[in-house]
């Protein structure tokens, strides 16, 4: 038993300690970045005037994966637009598998091909190397991260001699957790595209300089608008079409720890197979669940258990853009912060698997905590089940009326434009017109 205890305070106190050195390198880094980000903020109006004069703006966007790309609507009109110029660098992370990094390429060049984006691509699959971006001068750049991460030749000390950044969150901002927000990125971005004007004053509150933060909607809402039209990704379109969506942060080493994934993992198998006639499940994981599971259990496990969900006859898989999977599904079960806010869009029944409290620590400002109390909560199998069968089959939704109030409200974009033309709006308003 002692032998136990001590083996429990061991593990305990090593995860404490990794998040407080953790904490400590945030600050350390924090103040450098601050100092960097006054310097450049100090130029920026320079920087604006010289970009305002050209014939062409050149507008760089590094594309990490599918599911995080917010830009599809807004690429489409700057393609047409004679001022504008936008072209799509695949983003690599150096420190992922080749393999996992080879299909993240793969995906975002098949989907600039099939939608004629023009792309350059940043990484070699094959040979696993980076290219450098020769002779691609950009004088406006996007990530879609906010944490200067990847191939170092393409973070933002490259750019910031001469370019302006624009960057818009890949989830709705529900929690208070400062780091997340005030980054390098954040700090120096021209333009920062907020969904909502709570998420506007979560962002305001947050990062530490004083940087124009517009709401022009979220880019969701006008993805979901033109994926009703498109092919549905389901299956079986007579059955009952139920997303599960589980988290990356099993462990408390991060700065919040919500995936519920080790503990139910094999219960919703166990569902699946129960609701096998009635409904078709996707298992749609955090990008990064995967490379989690293969530190926690080896790739042969975590390979096999992803394989699963392809093979059930109900059950099917996503791993990347997920769209067309929320505009055609009925329903989702998750953990993910992200989609806390971004599943309301859909007016579809939602319910969020708490870990340990209500709200989650990962959902703990206004913003959060309005979207999560239009889901319905649980916390254990049992509550899954009844959600499945209450809500979902027999169409028991009294969260219905709740949800479409709070999206009418705080989610659809202003100005009765599409969220792509109000930032268009903003890109003419402050380059061309200056």
């Given at each position: 038993?002692k ?17 407080l ?39 760089l ?38 393999k996992f ?11 600039c ?34 944490y200067n ?5 393409w ?5 910031l ?6 960057y818009?969150?890949y ?31 979560v962002?305001q ?6 940087i124009?933060?517009?709401v ?14 498109q ?9 009952k079409?139920v ?8 462990d ?24 096998q006639?009635?409904?078709e ?19 042969e496990?975590?390979d ?10 109900n ?5 990347g ?23 309301l ?20 400002n206004?913003?959060?905590i ?25 169409g ?39």
């Amino acid at each position: 038993m002692k032998s136990l205890l001590k083996s429990l305070l061991y593990f305990f106190l090593k995860d404490r300690m990794y998040i407080l050195l953790n904490k400590r390198r945030f600050y350390l880094y924090r103040g450098k970045m601050l100092r960097k980000a006054k310097k450049y903020n100090c130029s920026k109006n320079k920087i604006i005037e010289l970009i305002s004069n050209k014939d062409k703006i050149r507008i760089l966007f590094f594309v990490y994966n599918l599911g995080m790309w917010k830009y599809e609507g807004l690429v489409r009109l700057l393609l047409s637009h004679p001022k504008f110029e936008p072209i799509i660098v695949p983003f690599a992370m150096p420190e992922n598998r080749p393999k996992f990094n080879r299909y993240n390429q793969e995906c975002i060049i098949n989907y600039c091909k099939d939608n004629n984006f023009p792309f350059k691509i940043g990484y070699d699959a094959c040979s696993n190397e980076y290219n450098d971006l020769e002779g691609i001068d950009p004088d406006i750049v996007v990530y879609t991260q906010p944490y200067n991460t990847g191939y170092e030749k393409w973070r933002i000390d490259r750019y910031l001699k001469n370019c302006l950044f624009i960057y818009t969150p890949y989830g709705l901002s529900v929690t208070n957790d400062k780091v997340l927000y005030d980054t390098y990125l954040n700090n120096i971005a021209w333009k920062i595209f907020a969904s909502s004007p709570m998420e506007k004053a979560v962002l305001q509150k947050a990062i530490t300089t004083r940087i124009n933060i517009v709401v022009t909607g979220a880019t969701l809402y006008d993805q979901l608008n033109q994926a009703y039209s498109q092919k549905s990704p389901w299956r079986n379109n007579r059955k009952k079409r139920v997303i599960w969506a589980p988290h990356h942060s099993m462990d408390s080493k991060y700065s919040f720890s919500s995936s519920n994934f080790e503990r139910i993992c094999s219960d919703m198998i166990m569902l699946a197979n129960k609701f096998q006639d009635t409904v078709e499940f996707a298992f749609k994981p955090h990008p990064i669940l995967k490379e989690r599971l293969i530190e926690k259990w080896g790739k042969e496990r975590a390979d096999s258990y992803y394989t699963l969900w392809e093979s059930m006859p109900n059950t099917m898989i996503c791993l990347g853009a997920y769209t067309e999977l929320f505009a055609f599904s009925d329903a989702m079960i998750h953990d993910c912060a992200s989609f806390v806010g971004e599943y309301l869009y859909t007016n579809k029944p939602v319910m969020y698997i708490y870990k340990d409290r209500i709200p989650p620590a990962s959902v703990d400002n206004e913003f959060g905590i309005g979207c999560f109390n239009c889901h319905y909560h649980g916390h254990s199998t049992n509550d899954i089940e009844e959600f499945i069968t209450n809500v979902v089959l027999r169409g028991e939704d009294t969260m219905k009326d709740k949800r479409g109030e709070f999206a009418q409200t705080q989610l659809f974009p202003p100005n009765n434009l599409s969220t792509a033309e109000n930032m268009l709006n903003e890109l003419e308003e402050l380059l061309i017109a200056h």
